[in-house]
């Protein structure tokens, strides 16, 4: 018997028969309003992947000995369609969403795709769902890919059988009045990653065990953890983003952009590459610095001190970049300072706009941009 590979030009699409109208962008919540359809693909250990089909979005239909429910065979990825000025909607870097998916799926002996095919099948979905993508500034459609295993009985195994959907959301500026800077407090109580652990992969696993660090950090009044790993504390990420600070050296007046390397321990942020690889380009060396290296909390806690810390931002799709005002560390308050009157620092903003820029078709970008449908 042959394996099929997965083959978006199978593709089966019943439409919805009640179409729905856009809501105004001002009712827009982030992940609660879903477009009309939704793209479902199953797949069989001894047959391989079967029909993509597109179809109303509706309930799935799983037993309830299903592995997905008991050992938490689920992976996911976060990415999103722009509409453009030209009236273009276009994907942000999807090959990279969807090497990530795969990098996921081995981590949990889920099945590999072909990335090229799932991006022109996202492709289709949005075609058919496109007056639903919002227009203006900060507005775009949120697209969740989904792999679960979908075979049923409780030995703990490889699943036989399994499953890809996608979903999309329209959804607002993660601010609704440009930026809100926000409060951190450094946890190292709980560990959200660790070597030789999964941290690194965008499976569900990882998400639920943080909501809870996240609630005793909000009883405290601070909106998100700062995750520190291991005696050093070294920083690593920030709620779901990834994170950089900025330092200017007192002496030479050298500045300094700084994220935490990729050792297996950081999620690999399409948002984190976009940026590094911007400020490479953007910011003139002989004034700059960008490194990927460790930074623990001591030393951004010392460099405040001298004044030498001028600005920190989280990453992610959901935000684009987060600016941080402060960080409550042990008993000290660490301040990030913020541009007079707002509610970010000098490259949070160029950063913001350089990506942004990008993604709404304002400055042209050979390879980050991929068209999928027309209005
Ligand atoms: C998704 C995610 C990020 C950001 O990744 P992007 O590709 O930039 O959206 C960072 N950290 C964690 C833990 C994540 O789940």
């Known amino acids: 018997m042959t394996v099929a590979p ?8 019943t439409s919805n028969p009640n179409p729905s109208v856009p809501k105004p962008n001002n009712e827009l919540v982030f992940g609660k309003t879903f477009t009309d359809h939704m793209l479902t693909v199953e797949w ?4 391989g992947w079967g029909i993509p089909e597109i179809k109303p979005y509706g309930n799935l239909s799983l037993d309830p000995s299903c592995c997905v429910f008991h050992y938490a065979f689920e992976l996911f990825e976060g990415m999103k369609a722009y509409r453009t000025k030209d009236n273009k909607i276009s994907l942000f870097r999807p090959d990279m969403n969807m090497k990530r998916m795969n990098k996921s799926a081995e981590r949990i002996c889920l099945p590999s795709f072909d990335e090229e095919e799932l991006i022109k099948l996202i492709g289709k979905l949005i075609e058919q769902d496109k007056h639903l993508v919002p227009e203006g500034e900060g507005y775009s459609l949120y697209i969740r890919p989904t792999m679960i295993g979908s075979s049923n009985g409780l030995g703990v195994s490889i699943p036989t059988k399994a499953m890809i959907f996608v979903i999309l959301s329209p959804v607002g500026p993660y601010y609704k009045t440009g930026f809100k800077a926000v409060k951190l407090e450094a946890t190292d109580y709980a ?10 992969k965008k499976l569900g ?3 639920a065990p943080c909501i809870l660090p996240q609630r005793q950090a909000a009883s405290r009044g601070y909106q998100q953890n700062l995750w520190l790993f291991g005696p050093e504390k070294y920083v690593t990420e920030v709620g779901t ?10 002496k030479t007046g050298k500045k300094e952009l700084v994220t935490a ?8 942020g399409v948002t984190r590459a976009s940026v590094l690889e911007l400020a490479r380009q953007n910011l003139n060396p002989s004034e700059w610095e960008v490194n990927e290296r460790y ?9 405040s001190k001298k004044g030498e810390l001028i600005e920190a931002f989280g990453s992610g ?4 970049v987060s600016p941080i005002k402060e960080i409550g560390w042990e008993n000290e308050k660490i301040d990030i300072p913020l541009l007079a009157g707002e509610q970010s620092g000098a490259l949070t903003k160029s950063v913001a706009a350089w990506i942004s820029d990008i993604q709404y078709g304002r400055v042209q970008h050979k390879n980050w941009v991929r068209v999928v449908a027309e209005l």
Not at 6 to 13: H, S, T
Not at 44 to 47: A, G, K, L, P
């Open 6 to 13: 997965l083959d978006a030009c199978y593709l089966k699409i």
């Open 44 to 47: 069989d250990i001894e047959t």
């Open 191 to 200: 560990t959200r990653a660790w070597p030789g652990g999964c941290g690194d």
């Open 205 to 207: 696993a990882n998400y």
């Open 241 to 250: 983003m990834n994170v950089f600070f900025v330092f200017e050296d007192s």
């Open 261 to 268: 390397p990729l050792d297996g321990t950081i999620l690999e």
């Open 295 to 303: 930074c623990s909390i001591y030393e951004i806690a010392e460099r």
């Open 317 to 320: 799709t959901a935000a684009v």
